[in-house]
């Protein structure tokens, strides 16, 4: 079943099939083997263009405006928008410049940790 919902688009319901095959039955081992293949340094399902870092940050980002709204939804495409141009301007402009340097060398810990410290939503 992951492997039909990857295939289709639906990387984060596959993500989540082969983790309740492996509660299930954890020595499954082309479950074991697709998680591993298929998820990155965070935990997600791997970029199909290499963003992995970028959509980490978005990720954080948009479950920060949710928490700070108290709701898991956008009210609409408007407000999704806004949204996702507050966190690209962030993500230019305070995660980019250090991409070169230092960022690439950090591990999975430290990049969460900034993405987390990095404001937004001020």
Known sequence: MGCSLWEVGGRDEALQAWKTCLKYNPKQKSAKENLKKLTNEYGM????????????????????????????????????????????????NKILPIFDG?????????????????????
Do not use: C
């Open 45 to 92: 399902g791997k970029s199909p263009v290499g963003m992995d870092d970028f959509w980490a940050f978005v990720h954080f980002k948009q479950k920060e405006f949710y928490s700070v709204e108290g709701r898991d939804y956008f009210k609409g495409l408007e407000e999704a928008n806004v949204v996702l141009k507050k966190i690209t301007a962030a993500w230019d």
């Open 102 to 122: 230092k960022f690439n060398q950090m591990k999975a810990k430290d990049k969460i940790k900034l993405f987390k410290e990095t404001k937004v939503f001020e």
